[in-house]
Every structure is written in C-alpha cells, then in structure tokens.
C-alpha cells in the first residue's frame, strides 16, 4: 500500500485560541479538579477548574503590565513543573508566543534560539538559568525583560497585575484566532542545526481534540473513573506540549514530574496513580529491566522468563484475534496467563501506579515484543509516529486494534504517503506551516501541504505504518551495500545490558558498532554472578561482558543479510549524554557528533 487515510473526527475549529478552553471549563465545571502540584510536603495539591481560570487570568494581566504584548515571543526554560503549564495558557491569554527551550541546552544552543525566534522576554526556573541567559543579553538586543520562577517570579507578575482589568486581558484573547501563531517549537537538531517550527493554535488545537477523541476510552483505566495522566516528558518537545493542552482542554488531570526516569518517577507515579501514561520507550525498558532484576534477586528467574514468553503468546493471540486472523487465547494459555499474574503481571501494574491500563510511546521505536509483554500484562502500550512539524502524533495505533512494532494508521483527518524512494509524506490540518525565518529549509520539506519527513517507511494491508530509519541515516559501504542502522542498533539494545548501540560503516568495508552498556543493569549481573564490581576501564576489556554483548550482536545479524551485518563492535567505558552534546534531550543518538567524539574508536574497529 502506498497511501492512506483516516477522515477527521471533526472540523478544525473556526475560532478562538488554546487559552479558550481554560475559562469555557471553568464555567462549565468550576469545581472540578483539573491538576495537581505538589505542596511544600512533598503531597498532591488538586486545583479546580475554577481556581487554574484564576491562576492564568492573573498572570496574564501581570505579563501585560510588565510590558508583553500581542504577538510578542517569550521564552520558557524550565522542567517539566505546574508553572511551565501556568504561563503557557497565561502568554496565549494574551496572545503572546511561546518558545520552549530545553533546560539542558547549552549556552551556544541557547544564544541561538533565542536570537533566531527574536524573544522580546524568557522565564527560566533557577539561578543557573539566569545567569545563562543574563551572560547574553549583550548580544540579544530584542530581550528586555527575564524572570525567574525559583525567585518568585508567579508572585511578582500576579502582583504587578492588580491594577490590571479583566476586560483588557479578555480583549486580547477574544484577538486570538486559530491562524495565529501559538509557539515557535525547536527540532532535537539530529540532523544539524535545531530549527524553529512555526505552529498555530489551530494546528494544536485540532492535534489536542484528536488525541482526546480518539483515544477516549483509553485515558481511562476503569469505566468510571476520571481521566488522569502523570506528564513527566520534557516541556520542551512537542510530544510533552501536546499532553500537557489535551489534558487540559480535555479535562483529563493532570500532574508534572520532572524526572524522565528514575526512582522519583516511581514514587509518583505510585502516589498520585494516573490511569494514562504517555512515555518514551526507555521508561517501558526501564520498569520491565526493574521486575526482571527483582525476580532474579529472589532467586526466581526462572520463573519471569516463563511469565514473559507466556505474556508475549497471550498477546500475539489477542492481536491476532483483533485483525481476524485467529480465535484469541486458548484455554491453556488462559490458565497460564492467570497463573501469572498475580506474581509477575501485577508487579508491572504497581510501577505505574495500579490504574494504568493503556499507555502511549513515542519519541523513538518500540520493541514488539516488549510491547507485547506489557499487554500480556495487562497494559496496551500504544506507539505513535509524529514530528514537530505536525504537532505531535501523525499515526498512531487505536485501542482494540494494536499492532505492535508499527505506528499505527494515521490519525484522524491524516494521510500517510509512501514516496517512490520509501519516503514518509504526510498531509492534515496540524501540518505545521513553516520554519521560523527559514524558507529555504520549508520549501526543503513542504510541498502544497505535504510534509516530506525524511523518515523512510511502508504501509501493511491494514494502513499501519512501520518506520525504518532515516534517509539521511542510511549507510553506504564502501561495496554499494546500502544499511538502516536503526533496526540493528534496536535489536543489539533489546539485551538488558545493553544501553545504546550506534552503528557505523559510512564509505567503510563492512558495518561496525559502539556499544554502551546500562551500569545499573551490569552491576545486577556481576552480582548474580558473585562476580565483584568493575570500574567501567576494567569492564571494556571483559571476557564475559564481551561474549554477552556478542550474543546480541549475533541475534541482531540474524535478521538481516550478511553484507548488513554487524562485524565487529567495541564496548565504551561511558554512556552517551545530553551534556557531553552526543543525545538530544529526548535521548536520540547524534549520530556526526558520537562518530566525531569517538573517532578513534571507530577507526580501530577497521584495523
């Protein structure tokens, strides 16, 4: 198949901006809760409907009396916190712009942003922020004003307000329409230099109200109950943003945690109890890698490799049963399954919080079957594909009908096209309209309304899309063999001691790898071996580390041709960070900037 398409489940909307929904819902349900922040405790604070409504109108007006205006660009630096949300739907009252920047960003990345979206104002969250920023004001001429929230900022600006009238902040939203320019989004910059999506409030609006229409009957874990997520994706990225307004517009409660992982992220997730979770692959390895190590450390491992291969023979059945290509679980697998779950299964719900039974993926690939062992365990990760420059999720799988290790059909009121050369076009109403200042790289991927992704994909019988990699990522030997890494470096991370994988063989002989490996995971190993720990020089060189790590490398090399293989392949002694510039901060692999940080590395691999 080489087109598809889902009409939309509505009109995009005539009138009216983001900030809209946040008064309509108050009127509508003033009490009801619509998000929770944590108190000086460390406990859950509910604010009502009502309550958030006064929150935004009163920041609003302090933004318009310390100067913001209409059309003006404001910067947000901070993590994933209730104030991000706060001044989001405050700046959009007034028709501001807002341009998320990651907190993790450095200086230079900064200076670039904020010089290339011309921001006339920047909140940040800390002192470290600030200063940051305040070490460029030299050469941001545009930049009057910089607030910071750790030092009251929320306060100060409520209290410049007072003076400030309802009618006027309510005359610049009613100005507000749907064409008007929302936020300027910056790409994770894999490919080069970030650039500055353009996005409106239509565009979001409709991408909000689909992902809420859609997926309806999953944001909720139990028939009756209310609708809560815990967003503890960055800001930042467009995935978060968009949690964080169909949340809101769609009155699912909502609270922030700044942790993408982690022993915090468990706590939380474990107090406040979501019933929808959307995440990025890592958190689902993470909390699988967690049971795991907990079986084996109770000297039952054995029985969780059963209890996994039984979840994943449950749920291939399921999916089977969806597409009408078989009759479903049989009465043995039944039993089975039943059998497990109370010792395995539900420990997998406990992580999350015990409510949760279906949850989002994105940001990078899936394995399928880790997305079949979460739905064998009773949670339906569903995975998305989507861009930046269409505002969030263009595809994506649907409740009942999942088909793991594809992105799903596209959204409603989407079409995906496969080009000529595997190429990923897309065409709907979120389809962003532009890059910031930048229309030699828009004509680059627009093209009357299709988004040329760059990402390479086919289309099953069924509509589903399955990504393949990157058209600028494809490799070429030195014999003309053309390879996907991605794939490979998927497989070789399916090992649980196994952090990232980075393939290489651009113009080379024949494909290479560096591996990382996942300390927390190696430390459990060495301990289940009775083996003492190793400091990650000695580790490089280990015997019985390499082999494991070459059993991987084998599985993987067994999907593909021997020209594609993986020949050979070195252990680091260190991960691959954000702060040593070689992931994005939504963990993808930079590829030129890895090869060009470990160039040694990768030249001893050819000798």
């Not at 794939?487 to 393939?503: D, N, T």
């Not at 560096?514 to 301990?527: I, N, P, R």
């Amino acid at each position: 198949m080489r087109e598809f398409t889902v009409p939309p489940l509505d009109a995009p909307p005539l009138v009216g901006g983001l900030a809209d929904a946040v008064f309509h819902r108050a009127e509508r349900f003033p009490e009801r809760v619509a998000l929770c922040r944590k108190n000086a405790l460390g406990g859950w604070e509910e604010v009502t409907s009502a309550r958030f409504r006064d929150e935004v109108l009163a920041l609003a007006k302090g933004l318009i009396a310390d100067g913001v205006r209409f059309g003006d660009r404001v910067a947000l630096m901070c993590r994933t916190r209730y104030e991000w949300t706060l001044f989001d739907f405050a700046l959009w009252t007034v028709g501001a712009q807002s341009v998320p920047v990651y907190p993790t960003s450095s200086r230079e990345q900064v200076f670039r942003m904020l010089q290339d979206a011309e921001v006339s104002a920047a909140l940040v969250e800390h002192e470290d922020h600030a200063m940051t920023v305040g070490s460029l004001i030299g050469g941001l001429p545009l930049l009057k004003r910089l607030w910071q929230l750790d030092a009251g900022a929320v306060a100060d600006l409520t209290a410049a307000g007072e003076r400030i009238a309802d009618d006027v902040v309510h005359r610049h939203r009613r100005a507000v329409t749907p064409d008007s320019t929302a936020t300027v989004v910056y790409t994770s910059g894999t490919a080069g230099r970030p650039r500055g999506c353009v996005l409106t409030h239509a565009q979001l609006m409709f991408e909000a109200s689909t992902l809420t229409g859609h997926w309806e009957a999953a944001l909720r874990g139990r028939p009756g109950e209310d609708a809560s997520t815990l967003l503890f994706l960055p800001l930042a990225h467009v995935y978060g943003r968009m949690v964080q307004i169909a949340a809101v517009r769609g009155g699912v409660r909502l609270a922030h945690q700044p942790a993408v992982a982690g022993a915090e992220l468990l706590a939380d997730l474990a107090a406040f109890r979501p019933t929808f979770v959307l995440a990025v692959p890592y958190v689902f390895e993470k909390i699988y890698a967690e049971v795991r190590r907990t079986a084996e450390r109770d000297g039952k491992a054995g029985n969780f490799e059963k209890a996994a291969d039984a979840a994943v023979r449950y749920a291939e059945a399921l999916e089977q049963r969806a597409f009408g290509r078989g009759p479903g679980p049989s009465a043995a697998m039944r039993v089975q399954h039943q059998l497990f779950d109370r010792s395995v299964y539900a420990r997998v719900r406990e992580l999350l919080g015990g409510r949760v039974r279906h949850a989002m993926s994105g940001g990078s690939a899936l394995d399928r079957r880790l997305g079949l062992f979460f739905e064998g365990a009773g949670i339906t990760v569903m995975e998305g594909y989507g861009l930046t420059e269409t505002a969030g999720a263009a595809t994506g799988n649907p409740p009942g009908r999942t088909k793991f290790g594809t992105v799903g059909p596209p959204v409603p009121g989407t079409t995906v096209h496969i080009a000529e050369d595997g190429e990923i076009w897309l065409h709907g109403p979120q389809v962003f309209a532009g890059y910031h200042s930048d229309p030699a790289a828009t004509a680059d991927v627009l093209h009357d309304g299709w988004l040329a992704t760059g990402d390479l994909g086919t289309l099953d019988e069924d509509g589903y899309l399955t990504v393949v990699g990157r058209k600028k990522e494809i490799l070429v030997t030195s014999g003309g063999k053309s390879v996907s890494p991605v794939p490979l470096e998927e497989r070789v991370r399916s090992h649980p001691l196994v952090a990232q994988c980075l393939v290489v063989g651009d113009d080379r002989p024949f494909v290479a790898a560096l591996v990382t490996v996942d300390q927390e995971a190696v430390d459990h190993w060495l301990a289940m071996l009775r083996r003492p720990v190793l400091a990650p020089g000695e580790l490089v060189r280990d015997p019985e580390l390499e082999t494991e790590i070459r059993r991987a490398v084998v599985l993987a090399n067994a999907q593909v041709s021997q020209a594609e293989s993986i020949r050979t392949f070195r252990i680091l002694a260190h991960p691959f960070t954000e702060e040593h510039g070689l992931l994005t901060p939504s963990l993808k692999l930079k590829r030129q900037a890895i090869e060009e940080a470990y160039a040694a590395e990768v030249e001893a691999l050819y000798r």
